[in-house]
């Protein structure tokens, strides 16, 4: 038994001072948080370490009892990177394991002084911030390698065309890069809201304490500079018990989830053979136990599945939230696994979704004998009207509309281009078969496009290159943000070792 806890309940409890008995089993399977603490035994000893160097440097502890908290920390820390440390469940959570551990190393007398000034109300949510934002950099690096991936292929595939849909069925030829673009466009706003939500999560709300903030001289700015936060969140209450920063992350990882999962759905169909405009590279489809012919392209199935699981933990994050009254509720403690499950999902799908873009086949032919497919170009046809014969648009929508009706009942197609020059003329608009092919055409449909960001192989190109701009100063942000982290974390361990005497 630990000296000084728990006394007369034989309990190893940090707080068992006022207890006569031990927690019940049930109840402690109930209450332990270790396996969802597991993800931040880094943070709870990196931010140990923050607070110990800020009590002794605004002389609430000694140097004496620094060093042995500091030295026995740096022993944790060893054995955790050595893979040794393991969180004890009868201990509850991660911060009671760290200080037990150092209280056991150091003594009572030196390690029972790393809590002054601190509570684990603002321990935990220090240690969440931490983690997460450390997910969130994880997270914004894979987007950007996928937006590298779209982009590059949306570069090489400028001219190529494919059918545009609405309402699923053939709308308007459009260029694959122009499509792959839209995709890209879309990654990067979900780039932007990840970057947003790491701004708010990277706010320190150590020193709290429990939820008054602390009646000894701290140094919160010190704490939150050791830790590589880029503030400190001033109003100790509201530090303890805001969660907001969690829903962001999780509202960000949804959208971004809904633009992977609409991405995933079109790698489902586009790849089915009844349009055959796509396939998967084997690495990333699989096989039938019964019919031997199969592929499936189950990445993308499953990553429409994670979306399902990361807007659920969204849900259950909102609702765990709604309706707490202020101060610490350890309700709050139910926060932090459906924050890593989330970051896990999200991950394994970009993790795939990379490379699987990357080494996919775009069967170029089938997409371009698409691309005008089912009277894709009929609107043209219209526009040339209008801007040809000086026609209001709506008698040209008449009377490529007859026109089409008249097509279907014969059997044919726009392609029929002497046929097609025959009903227009006889519809008032003498028009040729040379005439016809030049405005029906695919691609000559795409060239035609003229307005700010259509889909004209010119257009694609300049969206391209802005997007990869972008791109380059995101990767620069997301380098500059990590580097803040490294360096906040350099200056923590230079400051260990100078106590320490091993500068
Ligand atoms: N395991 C707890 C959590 O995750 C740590 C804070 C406990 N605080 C308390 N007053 N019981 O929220």
């Known amino acids: ?54 009590l002794h440097d605004c002389g609430i502890i000694s140097r004496e009892h620094l060093v ?13 990177e050595a893979g040794e440390l393991t969180l004890k469940r009868d201990l509850e959570d991660v911060h009671m394991n760290v200080e037990s551990y150092l209280r056991e190393g150091a003594g009572p007398e030196a390690g029972g002084r790393l809590h002054t000034a601190r509570s684990r109300n603002d321990q935990v949510i220090t240690d969440f911030r931490m983690r997460l934002r450390r ?14 991936v779209l982009l590059e292929l949306a570069a090489s595939h400028s001219e190529d065309t494919m059918p545009g849909f609405t309402h ?96 995933a759905e079109e790698i489902v169909v586009f790849s089915s053979p009844a349009f055959g405009m796509l396939e998967v590279d084997d690495a990333f489809a699989t096989g039938s136990s019964i019919m031997p012919q199969k592929k499936n392209p189950c990445a993308g199935e499953l990553a429409r599945a994670r979306t399902a ?14 309706a707490l009254p202020s101060g610490y509720n350890r309700d709050f403690q139910n926060d932090k696994p459906p924050v890593w499950q989330a970051c896990e999902h999200v991950i394994a799908t970009l993790r795939v979704m990379a490379p699987m873009w990357r080494s996919m086949t775009l069967k170029l032919e089938r997409m371009a004998e698409l691309a005008g497919a089912e009277f894709a170009s009929a609107t043209e046809l219209a526009n040339w009207l209008v801007r040809e014969r000086n026609m209001p648009f709506r008698d040209c929508h008449e009377l490529v509309g007859s026109l089409v009706g008249r097509l279907v009942a014969e059997g044919l197609t726009l392609d029929d281009h002497q046929r097609v ?28 496009q003229k307005s700010l960001g259509s889909t004209n192989p010119r257009q694609v190109l300049a969206c391209v290159a802005q997007l990869r701009c972008n791109l380059e100063e995101d990767a620069s942000d997301v380098e500059a943000d990590q580097q803040r982290l490294d360096e906040a974390y350099d200056e923590t361990m230079r400051r260990v070792r100078e106590v320490l005497g091993e500068a």
């Open 1 to 54: 038994m630990t000296q000084g806890c728990g006394s007369g309940s034989g309990s190893e409890k940090l707080w068992g001072g006022r207890f006569a008995s031990d927690v019940d089993s049930a109840m402690l399977d109930f209450s332990e948080s270790t396996e969802a603490d597991s993800y931040m035994i880094a943070e709870d000893i990196w931010g140990s370490q923050g607070h110990a160097l800020m």
């Open 68 to 80: 042995e908290i500091l030295r026995w920390l740096e022993i944790a820390r060893e054995r955790f």
């Open 135 to 148: 997910y969130l950099l994880q997270i914004r690096r894979a987007v950007i390698v996928l937006r590298g």
């Open 168 to 263: 699923t069925q053939h709308a308007q030829p459009i260029t694959v890069g122009f499509w792959l673009a839209a995709h890209a466009a879309g990654l990067e706003r979900d780039e932007q809201r990840l970057a947003n939500a790491f701004v708010r999560t990277n706010q320190c709300p150590l020193g709290a304490a429990a939820l008054a903030g602390t009646s000894f001289p701290t140094d919160r700015e010190l704490t939150a500079e050791l830790l590589g936060f880029d503030g400190v969140i001033f109003n100790a209450l509201d530090a303890v018990q805001s969660r907001d920063f969690a829903i962001e992350s999780l509202a960000a990882f949804s959208a971004l989830m809904t633009n992977l999962s609409r991405m």
């Open 309 to 322: 699981a990361v807007h659920g933990r969204l849900m259950e994050l909102l609702t765990l939230l709604k």
């Open 421 to 448: 020059a025959e009903i227009v003329t006889e519809l008032g608009q003498p028009i040729s078969a040379e005439q016809v092919e030049g405005i029906v055409d695919p691609v000559e449909v795409v060239r035609a």
